[in-house]
């Protein structure tokens, strides 16, 4: 979604706390390539799952078609210590990030006007 004045939001900005823990949850993982994204991943848009207890959203373009179609796709969960937080990964790049049953993220995002 568009911040007032132009642009996306950064995550940073958007939910620092939880951009955050998707750090160190990373680093916990062994995967560093994927926490080095964090300071710079952009919500771009939310995503409506239809369930009150998810809030999920794109940090790039959502693909034309399937992720296979757009190049290697891997699917990371972490391990939070609250909720479900799993990662749609393209290309070695964080595309999607899936939360679910965590009010504080869905919160935020709403705060932000991402929907």
Excluded: N
Aim: proline share 5%; charged share 25%; glycine share 14%.
């Amino acid at each position: 979604m568009k911040k007032r004045g132009g642009g996306t939001s950064l995550l940073v900005h958007v939910l620092p706390e939880f951009a955050a823990e998707l750090e160190r949850l990373l680093a916990a993982a062994e995967r560093p390539d994927l926490a080095a994204q964090v300071q710079t991943l952009r919500v771009t848009g939310g995503d409506r799952c239809g369930d009150d207890f998810c809030q999920s959203f794109y940090t790039d373009a959502p693909p034309g078609g399937d992720w296979q179609s757009e190049g290697q796709h891997e699917t990371v969960p972490l391990d939070p210590d609250s909720g479900m937080v799993i990662l749609d990964v393209i290309g070695g790049r964080i595309r999607f990030v899936e939360v679910l049953h965590r009010d504080d993220v869905k919160a935020g995002l709403r705060g932000a006007g991402i929907r």
